[in-house]
C-alpha cells in the first residue's frame, strides 16, 4: 500500500469493434473479456487494490453509472464521478485531478484505463510503485510497455537517459502516433516503449502543465472541484482533446515527463483478434466462456458462446464466432476490425437498440 | 385428378445433416426450408392434391405422428399410419401398399419421398400421370430425373428402349448405386437418369415382387393389413431393406420395370450446400428466413437466421450459418457435410437434446 496513492479509473470508450459483446449501452469494460470471473473494471480495482486500498477514483459516463456503482459495490458515493457527456480524457482525468487536488493536498494518482488487460500484476504493482517515486518528484510520469511486436495499432514513447533524481525511471523525449509497420519495426528495434496511456503524477502538476497550455480549461477544472454544481453548466463548454496532445506531448518536450519501463504483458483488447492473441492457448479454438458449449471440427480462432445455447463450427480456420442473446457475429481474426462497419449500418437503419 | 390414384408418402430421415435445423424430434420434413411458407411434407402433399385429391396416406415414425397431423390437418386418422420403429422403405411402402390393396382393389399408388424439393410442379404431374398409364398396364414405374451435373450423391437407372405398351415410358436396365465423379460423368453422358425413390404401381404389383424375393415379409405386410391390430407384434420381425433392393433391382433385372423421365427440378437437400445451390439467387448470401436480420459485409453463402436474432457475417465466403433456438452453427458449403460429426458427438457425449 502505498500512502496517499489515489488510483483513478476513467471508464469510458464505446469499443464497437467488440461488438456483439460490446454495446453502447454496456462498453467492453463491464465485461469479463479474460474468463476470469471479473469483469475489466473489477480487474483494474483489483490491480489497484494492494496500491491505493480504497482510494480509487472512477470517471465514467452517466449512463454508465448504475452499472459501475453495482459491479464495484465497495467503492462510496463519492468515488464514482458520472461525466455528463463524454469530453475525451483531458477532461475526465483532469477532472479526477482537481478534485483530489482539493481532497488530500500530499495525493499523487495514477490513471489506468477501465478496459485493458494485464498479464503480471505483481510486475505491473512494482513499476507503478517506482512511478509513484518519481511521481513525487514532480515528473509527469508514464509507463512504458515493453512491446511484444511492431504493432502499428498503438502509439510509441521514444526514452532518452535515466533521470536523476528517481531509481528505473528515463527521460521522455517524444510520445509518436501509431506508425506504419515499417516504421514501427524501427522503433521496437531503437526501444520505444508503447503507450498504454498510463500516467502517474501529482494532481497539482498535471493541472499546473494544463494550465500552461490553456489556462481557461485548468481554471474550469478547479472551478467544478470546488463547486460540483457547476459541472453541468461547466462541462459541456471543456475541449476535447485527449491527455496525450493536450499535456504529455508539450511537457516531453519540454524535459518534464519520465517513462518508467514496465515488463508486464499489457493489451487494449482492439479487437477480437487481439482478444484472441491474449487468451489463446494449447487448443487450436479459443473459448471465452463455457467450454463445454463449444463444438468444433478442423476449425481455429475464437469463439465466445455467450448465450448458453451450443456453437458448432466445423472446417473454418482462424474464425470468429461471437453469440450473445440478440446478436451472431461471424468473421476471421483478419476481418475482426471490420465489425464496426456492422456497427454503423445497424444504427444506420434505426436498429440502435442492438448496437 | 386421377381416379384411384393414391399418393403415399413416407416421412422419415433424421436428416442429421442439415442439423441444427433438423433433428431426431423435428425432421427435415417437418420444416420450410425453401421460404415457401410451408413445410416440406406440406409442399409435397400440395404437389400431389391435384392428383389424388383426398387419396393421401402418409407413413411416418410414431414420435412424428402428432407432427404430421398437425402440418396436414386435412388427413383423416386412418391417413396417417404411425411405424412403431424405422424399418426402412420397403416395410414403409409395403405396408402402405397393402393396405391400399385391400382398401381400394383399382388402386394404383405412387410413394414419394415427404422431404424431397421439386420446382415444376405442373412437369411432376404430368410425369406421374405418364406413370400411373404405364403401371396400369402392370409395370413397376420410377420416374428418372433428368441430371443437371454428374452428382455423386444419388444413384442412377440405366434406361433401355421405349416400352410397347405405353406412350413416353421406357424400360430400365439396371438401377446403379451412388458413382465415382468419373463415372458419374460416364452415365451423364449415357443418358442415366438419377434415382429419385419415386415409384408408381399397382400396390399388388409392388407386393407380388416382392413375395417373389421374399414370400414371408409379402405374406406379413399383407397380414398387417387384413389385422391392423397385429401391427406392433409383427412390424420388429420385417427385414430393414430399402424398396430399391428388395424389389426394384431383381424386377429390373427381370425386364418388369419401367422409367418415365422427368423433366422437372428435383433434389433430396442432402445438406446445407445442396439447400444453398437451390436458394441461390442473385446476393451472393442466400438467406433462408427473415433477411432483415442478416447483416453482411464481404461474405457469400448460407445464412438461415432461425431464432429471430440479428446475424452478422464479415470477410468469409462460401459459409455457412445456420442459427436456432439452442444451436447454433457455422462451416462452409464445401464442408457442410461433416456436420453429422458434430451431430455424432453431441450424442456420444449424452447430448440427445440437441440432435
Known amino acids: 500500500m502505498i500512502d496517499h496513492f489515489w488510483a483513478v479509473i476513467p471508464a469510458g470508450g464505446a469499443g464497437t469493434r467488440l461488438w456483439p459483446v460490446s ?108 512511478a509513484v517515486r518519481a511521481a513525487r518528484a514532480g515528473w509527469l510520469v508514464t509507463i512504458g510497455i515493453e512491446p511484444t511486436h511492431p504493432a502499428t495499432g498503438f502509439g510509441y514513447i521514444k526514452p532518452g537517459p535515466a533521470v536523476d533524481d528517481v531509481d528505473g525511471a528515463l527521460g521522455v523525449l517524444e510520445f509518436v502516433e501509431k506508425p506504419s509497420a515499417q516504421v514501427a519495426a524501427t522503433y521496437v528495434e531503437a526501444g520505444y516503449r508503447w503507450n498504454a496511456g498510463m500516467f502517474v503524477m501529482r494532481p497539482g502538476v498535471l493541472l499546473d502543465l494544463l494550465g500552461e497550455q490553456d489556462p481557461d480549461f485548468a481554471a474550469a477544472l478547479r472551478g467544478i472541484a470546488a463547486d460540483p454544481a457547476t459541472l453541468g453548466e461547466v462541462w459541456p463548454t471543456l475541449p476535447k482533446i485527449a491527455l496525450d496532445h493536450a499535456v504529455a506531448e508539450p511537457a516531453a518536450a519540454a524535459g518534464r515527463v519520465a517513462v518508467v519501463p514496465g515488463g508486464f504483458g499489457w493489451d487494449d483488447i482492439g479487437d477480437f483478434a487481439s482478444l484472441e492473441t491474449l487468451l489463446a492457448g494449447d487448443e487450436p479454438v479459443t473459448v471465452l466462456g463455457d467450454a463445454g458449449l463449444v463444438r468444433t471440427v478442423d476449425a481455429s480462432g475464437l469463439v465466445v458462446p455467450g448465450s448458453g445455447r451450443t456453437v458448432a463450427v466445423v472446417g473454418l480456420s482462424d474464425v470468429v464466432v461471437v453469440d450473445t442473446g440478440d446478436a451472431l457475429l461471424v468473421t476471421t481474426l483478419e476481418r475482426a476490425q471490420d465489425v464496426k462497419s456492422i456497427v454503423a449500418a445497424l444504427q444506420e437503419d434505426g436498429h440502435d437498440h442492438l448496437t
Open 23 to 130: 454495446r453502447r449501452t454496456s462498453p467492453k469494460f463491464l465485461h469479463d473479456l479474460t474468463g476470469s470471473g471479473r469483469t475489466l473494471i473489477q480487474a483494474t480495482r483489483d490491480r489497484l487494490a494492494p496500491l491505493a486500498a480504497d482510494r480509487v477514483l472512477v470517471v465514467t459516463g452517466q449512463a454508465h453509472r448504475d452499472a459501475v456503482v453495482e459491479q464495484l459495490p465497495e467503492l462510496g458515493a463519492d468515488q464514482v464521478v458520472a461525466e455528463p457527456s463524454a469530453r475525451d480524457s483531458m477532461a475526465a482525468v483532469g477532472l479526477a485531478a482537481a478534485l483530489l487536488e482539493a481532497r488530500d493536498p500530499d495525493a499523487v494518482m495514477g490513471s489506468f484505463a477501465a478496459d485493458h488487460v494485464i498479464t503480471d500484476d505483481a510486475e505491473f504493482q512494482r513499476a507503478v510503485s517506482t
